[in-house]
C-alpha cells in the first residue's frame, strides 16, 4: 500500500495500480494491446483496457472482430488490426477517450451535454450513458440556461414532472435514441438540439427552484402568485403548486381545531375527508390537507367569490343559489363529501347526502346557516349590531329589527348577492329526521342586498 500526507484528515492510503486491479476491468480486449481511432482530423491511440472499461461498445465490437479476422490470417502484429475511421468531432471525442480511460467527464452546458449524450449513445457506451442520465440536468429556458440537479425531483410531490416525463425519457433509451432511424449503417447520429423551453419566464422558473430548494416562499403580490402558479402547473410540480395556492391555516381557540381556508376552484378531490363526532353519529364537518403538503387534516372553510353566490331568505329559511362554474363546483364537492360519509346503519342517510350535489344541478337551493358569530358586511357596513340588537329585542319582548326579522321568521322575502364568502360545511341531522344534510355555516360574507352598492363603487372608464 502506498501512503500519501494529508494535513487535514491524516495519512491517505492509495491501493497502487496492480494485475489485480488492472483485472477488474472485464477482458473484452487484450488490455496492453493499443488500438488506433482516427475521430475527424485527429488520430487517438486507445489501450484495450481502456476500451474494455466500457463495453460492448462499437469500438470493442470493430476490434473483436479485426482481432478474430487477424488470428485466423496468423498475422496477430500490430499492423494486422486495422484503424477505424468515425467522421465527428474530435473535441467531443477527447473527453470519451478521458472517460474509456477512467477519468470522470463531467457536462459543461447544455450543448456539451447533447454531444456528449449523443456521441456515447452513437458509439454505444453504456457507462457512459448512465453516467450522464445521472448528471445535472441542462436545460433552456425563456433563453438562460438552467443546470438543476435531479435530487431537486425526488420530492414525490413534485415527480413525475415535465422533466422526468420528457427530458428524461428522451434522455434514457439507449436501445432508441432516434427512434424511426436503423442503426445498421447509420454513418452518423441526427443532431440533436439542446432542450429548451423559450416561451416561458427564466426568472420565474428561477424562483420556482428557490422553492423547491427549501427556501421560504414569499408572494409579492397576486400577479407574481399568478406567474408561479402558471408555471408550477406547467412544469408539472404538484407539491409547490399546493404550497402555491393561496391559503390561510391557523388554529381555532374556541373550536379547539385547525382550520385551513382555501378557494373553491382550488380544491383537490384527494384532500377531501370527513369527521363525524364521537358523541353524535349523524354530525360531523368536513376536513382538508393539501396533498403532498400537509401531514393532517383540518377544518375547511371554503371562500367563494366573484358574486357568484344569492342567498335567498323566505320563511324563516336561507338557502344559497350558485352561478356559473361555481354551481357545478359546489354540487361537485357536495358529491364528494357524501362519498366520503361512512353510516354503516343507516344506508338511507348516505343516500340522501349523496343526491344532494345531483340536486343543487337540478335548481335546487343548499341550506345555509347565519349564526351570531358569522361576520357580515351588508351594502358595505357591519351587520353585527343587527344581531345584538336582536338579542337585546327578544330578551325584552320586544320587536325585532327588520332585517333580523327576516332572517329569523318573518313571512316577507329577502335576498343577498355574497360578493365573497366564506363558509365551512357542516354534517347534520335533517330537519325532518330522515338521514342527514351538509350545510353551508357562514364564517364571513361581504353581502350586497341591492344594486345600489355595487353601482356605488363603480368607477368610470379612464378615470
Not at 112 to 137: G, K, W
Not at 279 to 296: C, I, M, N
Not at 406 to 425: A, H, M, N, P, Y
Request: one cysteine or more; glycine letters at 6%; aromatic letters at 10%.
Amino acid at each position: 500500500m502506498t501512503s500519501i500526507a494529508s494535513s487535514d484528515a491524516g495519512p491517505l492510503t492509495v491501493e497502487p495500480l496492480s494485475e489485480r486491479n488492472v483485472s477488474r476491468i472485464p477482458l473484452v480486449l487484450p488490455h496492453e494491446r493499443v488500438f488506433p481511432i482516427q475521430i475527424g482530423s485527429e488520430l487517438f491511440k486507445l489501450s484495450g483496457a481502456s476500451l474494455s472499461s466500457d463495453a460492448p461498445s462499437y469500438f470493442s465490437q470493430y476490434f473483436v472482430c479485426q482481432l478474430e479476422v487477424a488470428k485466423d490470417r496468423g498475422d496477430e502484429s500490430n499492423s494486422s488490426i486495422r484503424t477505424l475511421y468515425i467522421d465527428r468531432d474530435p473535441a467531443v471525442f477527447r473527453d470519451i477517450s478521458l472517460h474509456l480511460q477512467g477519468y470522470h467527464v463531467q457536462p459543461r452546458d447544455g450543448e456539451h451535454f447533447v454531444r456528449l449524450f449523443s456521441d456515447a449513445q452513437f458509439y454505444s457506451l453504456p457507462r457512459l450513458i448512465s453516467q450522464l442520465y445521472e448528471e445535472s440536468i441542462f436545460i433552456s429556458i425563456g433563453h438562460r440556461e438552467f443546470q438543476i440537479p435531479r435530487e431537486i425531483f425526488k420530492d414525490p410531490g413534485n415527480s413525475p414532472n415535465y422533466f422526468s416525463l420528457g427530458f428524461a425519457a428522451f434522455f434514457s433509451r439507449p436501445d432508441d435514441l432516434f427512434p424511426g432511424l436503423d442503426r445498421e449503417g447509420l454513418i452518423r447520429p441526427p443532431s440533436i438540439l439542446p432542450p429548451s423551453v423559450p416561451k416561458r419566464s427564466a426568472e420565474t422558473f428561477a424562483e420556482l427552484l428557490h422553492f423547491l430548494r427549501g427556501y421560504p416562499i414569499r408572494i409579492r403580490d397576486e400577479m407574481h402568485r399568478q406567474d408561479l402558479l402558471s408555471d408550477a402547473r406547467y412544469f408539472h410540480f404538484k407539491g409547490l403548486e399546493q404550497r402555491l395556492i393561496p391559503h390561510s391555516l391557523s388554529y381555532n381557540q374556541a373550536t379547539r381545531r385547525d382550520e385551513i381556508v382555501l378557494r373553491l376552484e382550488n380544491i383537490q378531490k384527494s384532500g377531501i375527508s370527513v369527521y363525524i363526532s364521537n358523541h353524535s353519529p349523524l354530525s360531523g364537518f368536513v376536513q382538508y390537507a393539501r396533498p403532498y403538503v400537509d401531514e393532517k387534516p383540518a377544518e375547511l372553510i371554503i371562500e367563494i367569490g366573484g358574486e357568484t353566490t344569492k342567498i335567498h331568505f323566505s320563511g324563516g329559511n336561507s338557502r344559497a343559489e350558485f352561478f356559473r362554474d361555481t354551481k357545478a363546483r359546489v354540487a361537485k364537492l357536495l358529491e364528494l363529501v357524501s362519498s366520503k360519509l361512512n353510516f354503516p346503519q343507516t344506508n338511507q342517510s348516505h343516500s340522501q347526502l349523496a343526491s344532494l350535489g345531483n340536486s343543487l344541478l337540478k335548481e335546487d337551493l343548499v341550506r345555509v346557516a347565519l349564526e351570531p358569530e358569522s361576520a357580515i358586511i351588508l351594502d358595505g357596513k357591519d351587520y353585527l349590531e343587527d344581531f345584538i340588537n336582536a338579542a337585546a329585542s327578544e330578551s325584552s319582548g320586544g320587536e325585532y329589527p327588520r332585517k333580523r326579522r327576516r332572517v329569523d321568521g318573518d313571512s316577507g322575502d329577502e335576498e343577498w348577492v355574497i360578493k365573497t364568502g366564506q363558509w365551512r360545511l357542516r354534517i347534520q341531522e335533517a330537519p325532518n329526521g330522515k338521514g342527514v344534510e351538509c350545510i353551508l355555516v357562514a364564517a364571513k360574507l361581504d353581502a350586497m342586498s341591492s344594486q345600489l352598492p355595487r353601482n356605488m363603487s363603480r368607477g368610470f372608464l379612464g378615470s
